[in-house]
């Protein structure tokens, strides 16, 4: 292909693997079972050895043809980029990301609607005592009142009822750490008093994984009762990011928004998998 050629459109990229992903699927599926078969019926898969050349020319053309395709697309649209890859977020700057997304107040200039549009996916949308506007947002935000105090809740945020967020990525619960965060939501009440919604708490894991310090009565009593939500990254966090793409008017914070998405299917999706995978051979 010659560099006059102008960029490669959407439809024609479409009609390409319309067309090449039929006979790469039979060819996937020949090799697949003749890997299961002795050397003589494995030439028996092929009707005419004579097309094989053929078909492998087609298949390298057609991929070096992709890959000019591709490479044309990303000098406008760069779609291998991703912040993420290039800041490898831990745990921490994972939960600094949220706290900055829900801060009515924070740089990304969309005031509370991140704020709002979470508390939807909780079911506290409709509330007109919510103060979103207003709400503040902290980062290790520690407990008070108790002896374990020395606990720090990774995002909390208060907007006429009290959120708070655990962010567990790659580390395990401590021990009584969600069930002592809990107790101390309770025991800050709601705000302002009176009020009728419950304070509340995000345990967030990329396996949607519940908290070992809770039995299985308390935490059907506290997800029942809305005092608990346990979210994963993908089913669940990744929702409310497209709600904040779809409705954000900021083109910048949309393509970050993009990114964070990309980085949960392609990083913490595969954490999950092999997070069950691990228990499931245990």
Same mark, same amino acid.
């Given at each position: 292909?010659?560099?006059?050629?102008?960029?490669?459109?959407?439809?024609?990229?479409?009609?390409?693997?319309?067309?090449?992903?039929?006979?790469?699927?039979?060819?996937?599926?020949?090799?697949?079972?003749?890997?299961?078969?002795?050397?003589?019926?494995?030439? $028996?898969?092929?009707?005419? #050895?004579?097309?094989? #050349?053929?078909?492998?020319?087609?298949?390298?053309?057609?991929?070096?043809?992709?890959?000019?395709?591709?490479?044309? %697309?990303?000098? *406008?649209?760069?779609?291998?980029?991703?912040?993420?890859?290039?800041?490898?977020?831990?745990?921490?700057? %994972?939960?600094?990301?949220?706290?900055?997304?829900?801060?009515?107040?924070?740089?990304?200039?969309?005031?509370? +609607?991140?704020?709002? %549009?979470?508390?939807?996916?909780?079911?506290?949308?409709?509330?007109?005592?919510?103060?979103?506007?207003?709400?503040?947002?902290?980062?290790?935000?520690?407990?008070?009142?108790?002896?374990?105090?020395? *606990?720090?809740?990774?995002?909390?945020?208060?907007?006429?009822? +009290?959120?708070?967020?655990?962010? &567990?990525?790659?580390?395990?619960?401590?021990?009584?750490?969600?069930?002592?965060?809990?107790?101390?939501?309770?025991?800050?009440?709601?705000?302002?008093?009176?009020?009728?919604?419950?304070?509340?708490?995000?345990?967030?894991?990329?396996?949607?994984?519940? #908290?070992?310090?809770?039995?299985?009565?308390?935490?059907?009593?506290?997800? &029942?009762?809305?005092?608990?939500?346990?979210?994963?990254?993908?089913?669940?966090?990744?929702?409310? %990011?497209?709600?904040?793409?779809?409705?954000?008017?900021?083109?910048?914070?949309?393509?970050?928004?993009?990114?964070?998405?990309?980085?949960? $299917?392609?990083?913490? &999706?595969?954490?999950?998998?092999?997070?069950?995978?691990?228990?499931?051979? $245990?």
């Amino acid at each position: 292909m010659s560099s006059s050629h102008q960029p490669a459109n959407r439809s024609e990229l479409e009609r390409f693997f319309a067309d090449i992903s039929p006979r790469i699927e039979v060819a996937k599926t020949d090799l697949a079972h003749a890997s299961y078969r002795p050397p003589l019926e494995r030439r $028996e898969l092929v009707q005419d #050895p004579r097309e094989l #050349p053929r078909f492998f020319a087609d298949v390298n053309y057609r991929v070096h043809l992709a890959e000019t395709l591709q490479r044309q %697309l990303d000098v *406008r649209l760069a779609t291998g980029f991703n912040v993420f890859d290039l800041i490898q977020p831990d745990e921490n700057r %994972l939960s600094d990301v949220l706290a900055g997304l829900l801060d009515p107040n924070g740089n990304h200039g969309q005031g509370d +609607l991140f704020l709002r %549009l979470l508390f939807e996916r909780l079911g506290l949308g409709t509330d007109a005592k919510l103060r979103t506007k207003d709400a503040t947002v902290r980062r290790e935000a520690p407990m008070r009142g108790t002896r374990k105090d020395h *606990r720090r809740m990774d995002v909390f945020v208060k907007a006429g009822v +009290l959120l708070a967020i655990e962010n &567990k990525v790659d580390s395990p619960e401590q021990q009584d750490q969600v069930s002592d965060y809990l107790v101390d939501l309770e025991r800050r009440g709601p705000c302002p008093p009176g009020q009728p919604i419950q304070n509340t708490l995000i345990y967030l894991t990329p396996d949607r994984r519940s #908290p070992e310090s809770l039995n299985d009565s308390e935490l059907e009593k506290h997800q &029942k009762s809305g005092r608990l939500h346990c979210w994963s990254y993908q089913d669940d966090l990744y929702p409310w %990011l497209e709600d904040c793409r779809r409705d954000c008017e900021a083109q910048k914070i949309r393509d970050f928004l993009s990114d964070f998405i990309a980085y949960i $299917e392609s990083h913490l &999706k595969c954490e999950s998998e092999a997070n069950q995978e691990k228990q499931d051979n $245990e």
